[in-house]
């Protein structure tokens, strides 16, 4: 076209330096709009601190529209639909922030929650193949190894999942997840010493632990100690109301 309009040499150098232009324009907004995608995220966080919850999700939804690659913003927004109960979203959401991860670590911190989404949703297998692989990428990752071990657990490989919870509580000893896990299985085994020394040192360490309470309660009820076997269950179940055992067994208690 160009040796036809008789322009030849200095109209494909004005296409080409209009390119190049175009290019670096681009270039320069995808930046800046991957810097204000990582300030919209951290402004979201400040608003889920603040309980504002629909405040941080309409936030994230933004930094996602700036930058469609934004990991982070994927998993911030995943663990909203997790704890929503859309666990679908979740998924899909941990899956656009795995593909788009830049780092080994942030892979594993995909996997970790991608794993519990799926424990949520009844589905071990996929819960222990997505631990694996944030094993994979972090070999320490405690909180990986106790989650597996909790998968193990409710799978029936009780061998694997003292392994794993072992393993667990060597590299981090104050690790109550853990010790609450190795409670359940102990008690499973009937090795009531055994869970109570856990349970103990769960609720010990402090958070959230009603495995602990509940193996506590358990083992109390069976000793007769009803009133401390009460208290027990009922923490258990304020913590996770979802579990039906927690409450026939504090019913037997009364």
């Known amino acids: ?5 008789g322009a030849g040499p200095a109209l494909a150098l004005f296409v080409v330096f209009m390119h190049l232009g175009s290019c670096w ?39 996602i529209h700036l930058d469609p690659r934004n ?13 929503s109960g859309n666990h679908p979203d979740a998924v899909a959401d941990l899956l656009t922030a795995f593909k788009y991860a830049r780092s080994d670590a942030m892979r594993a ?9 799926q424990s949520d949703c009844g589905h071990q297998q996929a819960a222990k193949e997505a631990f694996d692989k944030a094993i994979e990428y972090e070999p320490t990752m405690e909180d990986a190894l106790w989650a597996r071990g909790m998968v193990h657990r409710l799978t ?44 103990e040192q769960a609720i010990s360490l402090g958070g959230d632990v009603p495995e602990a309470h509940a193996v506590r309660g358990r083992v109390r009820l069976e000793r007769e100690n009803h009133q ?16 039906a055992e927690y409450f026939e067994w504090r019913a037997a208690a009364y």
Not at 1 to 5: F, S, V
Not at 51 to 61: C, F
Not at 182 to 190: G, K, T
């Open 25 to 63: 324009v681009w270039g320069k907004t995808t930046v800046w709009n991957g810097y204000r995608s990582r300030w919209a995220v951290e402004r979201a966080m400040e608003q889920l601190a603040a309980g504002n919850q629909a405040g941080g999700q309409e936030i994230l939804e933004h930094a």
């Open 228 to 243: 401390e076997a009460i208290a027990d269950l009922s923490i258990a179940i304020l913590q996770d109301p979802t579990q």
């Open 1 to 5: 076209i160009a040796k036809g309009c």
């Open 109 to 117: 911190h995909v996997c970790l929650t991608l794993g519990f989404v």
């Open 156 to 199: 029936g490989d009780m061998d694997a999942a003292i392994a794993d919870l072992n393993r667990a509580i060597r590299l981090q000893p104050g690790c109550a997840d853990a010790y609450a896990q190795r409670s359940v299985v102990h008690l499973q085994q009937e090795n009531r010493s055994q869970a109570l020394q856990d349970a």
């Open 71 to 83: 990991a982070e913003a994927y998993m911030r927004r995943a663990n909203l639909h997790w704890e």
